[in-house]
């Protein structure tokens, strides 16, 4: 995500956005952690005060988290917005009918297509990571929200997928994960879009998988494909597959294979107009555990 990141992990978007259409169909059933993570982020919002008139849920999916903005806010105006036309239809039939202020659009983050200044409430769930440049995606976020707007987000952390990272790298030295913003990067790249006020702080979760095979299909079923310029062009074989499983096995615990995903949670705001953003070494990061500890799910294959 930050430009640091080697070449070989910049992302491919065509190959993402095709693999979020063919799973947009079955994709509420799978998304048990995207779908905890935006209750989550609820949480953190009703503790700020607020009353947007104007919501961007940016990379609204399939609108599970559109709804609770909608029920949460009832704003004058909700858009749904995302890179994959098959998930924006998804959430369309989710909408309460087709006279609601709730409106769809399909693109960039990187290049959203609304005018400056004309959003109030910028929400945007485990979306940050499919985007090649971090900063340029916070400017684009500062430009349509309002002076006082707020932005609140999620997104992968580096330790997401370690335990398939690791397995991997001892079968080639191919791309396989993809690259992770740390937290204090983040923070970092919010005081260079000019937020002010940023908070962050981290959860993980560990799902639980009967072998990695397991791990695989599920995401692919939620259509997190590796789209890295760095993977691997054709089928994996069957001696690498078969090393990449051995190797995993290291990690198994109480009978099951687990999976961390680090989630950094953050807001921040839009300052007035002359108000400078605070220097980068004022950013507060808050350890969850004030919340709730580390959380393990077991997924049900």
């Known amino acids: 995500?930050?430009?640091?990141?080697p070449d070989a992990y910049r992302l491919d978007k065509k190959r993402s956005a095709a693999a979020f259409n063919r799973a947009a169909p079955s994709y509420d059933r799978h998304a048990v952690l995207q779908q905890t993570v935006a209750m989550r982020m609820l949480e953190r919002l009703a503790l700020v005060k607020i009353a947007p008139r104007r919501v961007l849920d940016?990379?609204?999916g399939t609108g599970y988290a559109t709804a609770l903005l909608r029920r949460t806010y009832r704003p004058e105006a909700l858009v749904a917005f995302d890179i994959a036309h098959g998930m924006l239809r998804q959430a369309?039939?989710?909408?309460p009918s087709f006279l609601s202020r709730q409106s769809y659009l399909c693109g960039d983050l990187e290049r959203l297509p609304l005018a400056a200044e004309s959003i109030d409430l910028?929400?945007?769930n485990l979306s940050l990571q499919w985007c090649n440049d971090l900063d340029r995606v916070l400017e684009e976020f500062g430009r349509v929200l309002t002076t006082q707007g707020l932005l609140m987000f999620s997104t992968f952390?580096?330790?997401t997928l370690s335990e398939l990272r690791a397995s991997w790298a001892k079968v080639d030295s191919r791309v396989h994960v993809h690259g992770?913003?740390?937290m204090h990067d983040i923070g970092d790249a919010l005081i260079r879009a000019g937020f002010s006020g940023p908070v962050l702080d981290v959860e993980r979760f560990t799902m639980t998988y009967p072998d990695a095979y397991a791990l695989m299909r599920d995401l692919k079923t939620i259509g997190a494909v590796n789209a890295a310029q760095g993977r691997h062009r054709g089928l994996?074989?069957?001696g690498d597959l078969t090393a990449l499983v051995n190797e995993y096995e290291r990690f198994r615990c109480d009978g099951v294979l687990p999976a961390t995903f680090e989630v950094v949670y953050g807001h921040a705001?839009?300052?007035e107009a002359g108000v400078r953003a605070q220097d980068g070494s004022t950013v507060a990061a808050f350890p969850i555990e004030q919340l709730r500890s580390a959380i393990k799910v077991r997924f049900p294959h």
Do not use: E, Q
Request: aromatic letters at 14%; a positive charge; hydrophobic letters at 40%.
């Open 180 to 182: 992770f913003a740390d």
């Open 1 to 5: 995500m930050p430009t640091s990141f």
């Open 92 to 95: 369309r039939r989710h909408a």
């Open 236 to 238: 994996t074989g069957k």
């Open 157 to 159: 952390g580096p330790d």
């Open 58 to 60: 940016a990379g609204a």
């Open 269 to 271: 705001w839009v300052p």
């Open 122 to 124: 910028a929400f945007s």
